[in-house]
T-cell receptor, first 114, second 114 residues
Framework: AQSVTQPDIHITVSEGASLELRCNYS??????LFWYVQSPGQGLQLLLK??????LVQGIKGFEAEFKRSQSSFNLRKPSVHWSDAAEYFC????????????FGSGTQLTVLP | DTAVSQTPKYLVTQMGNDKSIKCEQN?????MYWYKQDSKKFLKIMFS???????INETVPNRFSPKSPDKAHLNLHINSLELGDSAVYFC?????????????FGEGSRLTVL
């Protein structure tokens, strides 16, 4: 069975600082990996996804993520955080890229200090 | 125009009551979902419909009954509400076949059972 672990429940960074959110997955085949963001009172929005090819993927809002098969990781990064990035971030793993089979992690709450 | 809209946004009710949440999407997607997000932000799929046909039915009590009158609508009816049903319920949709892996979420319906 596929699973996702986000080891950090809550992360606090200062505005302008760099950010890295960790995600580890467990899946028997080639995983399809996603990062979603949930702003307060909103639904989730897709930031980026990895299906195959270049292991460094670019997403919206200046985010990027790197797939590392050897570490079973798909960490999300941003070089300079903005106050509007404060939100809950979810990593997800899927089978065959299908939205029907997504398993979500438990999320990481990001707080941005002025 | 809201792509995936849910009503009501907030619902407070007593144990034992029956309630419904409605969902509509205007994206032309053929697959729709109901997700439950608990108090720890854990997001779990409940149901998925493709062109009005049920394709995913996770281990959910029989008190929960989805209904899809057409591919743009997916409603959730809950009978005999229990305290543990308190959660945020998200409706989502995806492109035909769901093969892009991208889910489009509504803003959620927060259900509180007293």
């Amino acid at each position: 069975a596929q699973s996702v672990t986000q080891p950090d429940i809550h992360i606090t960074v200062s505005e302008g600082a760099s950010l890295e959110l960790r995600c580890n997955y467990s899946y028997g085949a080639t995983p399809y990996l996603f990062w979603y963001v949930q702003s307060p009172g909103q639904g989730l929005q897709l930031l980026l996804k990895y299906f195959s090819g270049d292991t460094l993927v670019q997403g919206i809002k200046g985010f990027e993520a790197e797939f590392k098969r050897s570490q079973s990781s798909f960490n999300l990064r941003k070089p300079s955080v903005h106050w509007s990035d404060a939100a809950e971030y979810f990593c997800a793993v899927g089978r065959s890229g299908s939205a029907r089979q997504l398993t979500f992690g438990s999320g990481t709450q990001l707080t941005v200090l002025p | 125009d809201t792509a995936v809209s849910q009503t009501p946004k907030y619902l407070v009710t007593q144990m034992g009551n029956d309630k419904s949440i409605k969902c509509e999407q205007n994206l032309g997607h053929d697959t729709m979902y109901w997700y439950k997000q608990d108090s720890k932000k854990f997001l779990k799929i409940m149901f998925s419909y493709n062109n009005k046909e049920l394709i995913i039915n996770e281990t959910v009590p029989n008190r929960f009954s989805p209904k899809s009158p057409d591919k743009a609508h997916l409603n959730l009816h809950i009978n005999s509400l229990e305290l543990g049903d308190s959660a945020v319920y998200f409706c989502a949709s995806s492109y035909p076949g769901g093969n892009t892996g991208e889910l489009f979420f509504g803003e959620g319906s927060r259900l509180t059972v007293l």
